[in-house]
């Protein structure tokens, strides 16, 4: 299978797993340095709600073809971009569930931080 034979739907759903991952990393990241950003609101209601919608903006006005499969206009891949950043939490939601569903692996439990 080739990359052009996915559907655009499949495009979109990579691209919102692929914004959230770009955030989701740093945030990690960020909490495992400085442990008291979980509980701070400005990190949990507005940076995670502003970043990757924008994240998704300028991946999007970088990417030409993928993951829209035809080389649209600037204002369509900002218009995507943004609501690929907007439904990325979502998305990995649903894609979380539906592996849980398909093989009983819980994604989440899988990454949480062992007891020490």
Request: proline share 7%.
């Amino acid at each position: 299978m080739s990359f052009d034979e996915f559907t655009p739907v499949w495009w979109f759903i990579l691209f919102c797993v692929m914004v959230w991952i770009s955030v989701e990393i740093p945030r990690r990241i960020a909490e495992k340095i400085w442990p008291a950003i979980k509980d701070k609101m400005w990190e949990r209601d507005i940076v995670l709600v502003v970043v990757p919608p924008f994240l998704g903006m300028g991946y999007a006005l970088v990417m030409r073809k993928y993951p829209f499969l035809v080389d649209q206009s600037e204002g369509v891949r900002v218009a995507l971009g943004l609501t690929g950043g907007f439904f990325s939490s979502w998305v990995v939601r649903v894609v979380k569930l539906v592996l849980k569903k398909k093989t009983g692996v819980d994604l989440d439990t899988l990454m949480e931080d062992p007891p020490k």
